[in-house]
T-cell receptor
Framework: DTEVTQTPKHLVMGMTNKKSLKCEQH?????MYWYKQKAKKPPELMFV???????INESVPSRFSPECPNSSLLNLHLHALQPEDSALYLC?????????FGEGSRLTVL | AQSVAQPEDQVNVAEGNPLTVKCTYSVSGNPYLFWYVQYPNRGLQFLLKYITGDNLVKGSYGFEAEFNKSQTSFHLKKPSALVSDSALYFC????????????WGAGTKLIIKP
């Protein structure tokens, strides 16, 4: 069982919609991540928050907007997405190097 | 350039036989190496890591990996495969001078046949 919880598990949205993905962890980890994963491919790093501050932004388009309200929560706000943004979005946290992943939010953009 | 190679897209093993999933790396400095597993329609799960110390690392679900510095390899092994081990396996190495960025292998699909 994962200790990183992601909601929703599935999301279908149109290109003009605004939606948000949510992630929560209660392990006291100070680093939280958003990854994007296409089928059968390795995950691609999008954002890293360290101590609630954005530490890494891997040149992600502005239609993806991360937010870290507190040390346990991480959001990913979605607006005006493209069909190629359809993927599994994974949240993770870390403390001593290894990543703890949530089950992911599977996003389909129509 | 830093990189991780998993030379096999797929590995097929009969249940009960030993399994090996290969990983080689190229990175500056001392490597921090990881193995993750992904079951169908699930997130990734951490299996084991090598940072320093004993070259043989033991991890979850009976898996182990051997760090070989001269061959720059970190192969994943298990003495006796189970059908439930069938999954997608990723090797990763921490990027040089980064606390957060991992360089991932392409993944190896492991199929265990009864």
């Amino acid at each position: 069982d994962t200790e990183v919880t992601q909601t929703p598990k599935h999301l279908v949205m149109g290109m003009t919609n605004k939606k948000s993905l949510k992630c929560e962890q209660h392990m006291g980890h100070r680093a939280m991540y958003w990854y994007k994963q296409k089928a059968k491919k390795p995950p691609e790093l999008m954002f890293v928050y360290s101590y609630e501050k954005l530490s890494i932004n891997e040149s992600v388009p502005s239609r993806f907007s991360p937010e870290c309200p507190n040390s346990s929560l991480l959001n990913l706000h979605l607006h005006a997405l493209q069909p190629e943004d359809s993927a599994l979005y994974l949240c993770a946290s870390s403390q001593d190097g290894e990543l703890f992943f949530g089950e992911g939010s599977r996003l389909t953009v129509l | 350039a830093q990189s991780v190679a998993q030379p096999e897209d797929q590995v097929n093993v009969a249940e009960g036989n030993p399994l090996t999933v290969k990983c080689t790396y190229s990175v500056s400095g001392n490597p921090y190496l990881f193995w993750y597993v992904q079951y169908p329609n699930r997130g990734l799960q951490f299996l084991l890591k090598y940072i320093t110390g004993d070259n043989l690392v033991k991890g979850s679900y009976g898996f182990e990996a051997e760090f070989n510095k001269s061959q720059t390899s970190f192969h994943l092994k298990k003495p006796s495969a189970l059908v439930s081990d069938s999954a997608l396996y990723f090797c990763a190495v921490r990027a040089h001078r980064s606390n957060y960025q991992l360089i991932w292998g392409a993944g190896t699909k492991l199929i265990i046949k009864p």
